[in-house]
């Protein structure tokens, strides 16, 4: 059981991050955000797949315009990713944004700052302060070099700007695309800070590639307690995006969504196990309830994972045995077990249900 460190709650529309909330999903649009319709739809179905938060990039007036029309139209959190410009993050917190990232030091001077500062507390809009390995103030870099005691003093130095205009209403992110900078950022933030942090490794690659970085980096600091959020940041669909960090936190117990366990390549597999387990995973990707299935090969391990299991199968040749909350239910044939498995999930469910 992983004991979360208790950081400050952060309202963002009508939600909290921090503390004891549930660790939530980030991740961000790929449309060019002044195109409404487009936008809209992105961040809809992005939504349906479990994010939280969604982020758009604000690169210029008409993109924080469309916020306005955007904002009508979608119920999900918006955050508006803006650099150096106070002026849009001006016109996004008028059009009705969720949240704003932005770092007060790159803004220019303190009454812009005072500016962005006041109106973030006049419409209750935090800020989230994300300091990115690969832009650290040239002061910062003098100084510690690009390392994670870098990171820690730019994100400093930034809460500082926020913090002297009695603004607390921050989240703080502080990525880069190194494993071990990111963590041993984050854990020195997670000491030095009260505030929710928004866990990423940033630019981690492919999909393949950044899912395995992504896990490893993320993981370490989820297991430890650490994160709020999390992007899993990869350069595909940013749907992609959402599955992978749906299934890190489920496999840390953060989400609730269904789990499988199953056989490796063995050679003791009896039947065609594979087939099935993705037809399976097919179908659970359906359904969000919390389910843990496992689909075995051979009565090695077979009967001892799907007994553990809410729902299981061992199989032998041509045929297995259903195992439904411990116990043992029903021998089937190779070709019922698909159809025999999905009547149990579905009535373990209904039954959670009824609960
Ligand atoms: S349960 Fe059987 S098939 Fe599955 S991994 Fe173990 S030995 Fe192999």
Redesign the pocket.
């Known amino acids: 059981m992983i004991r979360r460190e208790q950081t400050k709650k952060v309202k963002v529309k009508d939600f909290y991050i921090g503390g004891s909330n549930n660790v939530l999903i980030q991740t961000m649009t790929t449309t060019k955000t002044k195109n409404v319709e487009e936008t809209v739809k992105q961040i809809n179905t992005l939504a349906t797949a479990g994010s939280s938060l969604v982020r758009l990039a604000i690169l210029d007036v008409e993109d924080a315009n469309a916020i306005k029309e955007i904002k009508q139209q979608v119920n999900v959190a918006l955050v508006a990713d803006i650099h150096f410009d106070y002026r849009l993050a001006l016109i996004c917190a008028d059009n009705g944004i969720d949240k704003i990232r932005i770092n007060p030091g790159n803004i220019g001077n303190k009454d812009k700052i005072k500016m962005v500062v006041e109106k973030c507390n006049d419409l209750d809009i935090p800020i989230r302060i994300g300091v990115n390995g690969g832009s650290l103030e040239k002061h910062i870099i003098e100084k510690y070099g690009v390392t994670a005691k870098g990171m820690l003093e730019s994100a400093k130095y930034h809460v500082n700007l926020l913090e002297e205009l009695d603004f607390t209403n921050i989240i703080i992110s502080l990525k880069s695309s190194d494993i071990f900078k990111t963590v041993e950022a984050y854990r020195m933030a997670s000491k030095e800070f009260n505030y929710p942090l928004h866990l990423g490794i940033t630019e981690a690659g492919t999909m393949f590639g950044g899912t395995i970085k992504s896990s490893i980096g993320l993981g370490i600091l989820l297991y430890e307690g650490i994160g709020d959020t999390i992007r899993v940041s990869l350069s595909t669909d940013p749907i992609e995006e959402i599955k992978v960090a749906k299934e890190l936190l489920s496999s840390l117990n953060l989400y609730k969504k269904p789990k499988i366990i199953s056989?490796?390549t063995?050679g003791?597999?009896q039947y065609n196990m594979f087939a099935l387990v993705e037809k399976i995973e097919k179908y659970l990707e359906t359904i969000e309830d919390d389910v843990t299935v496992a689909v075995?090969?051979?009565a090695?391990?077979?009967p001892g994972e799907a007994k553990a299991s809410d729902i299981g199968i061992a199989g032998g040749k041509g045929e297995g045995l259903i195992f439904v909350e411990g116990k043992i239910k029903r021998k089937v044939k190779e070709d019922e077990m698909y159809d025999e498995l999905i009547i149990e999930i579905n009535e373990y469910i209904k039954r959670g249900k009824l609960n």
């Open positions: 056989c490796p063995c003791r597999i075995m090969g051979c090695v391990n077979g």
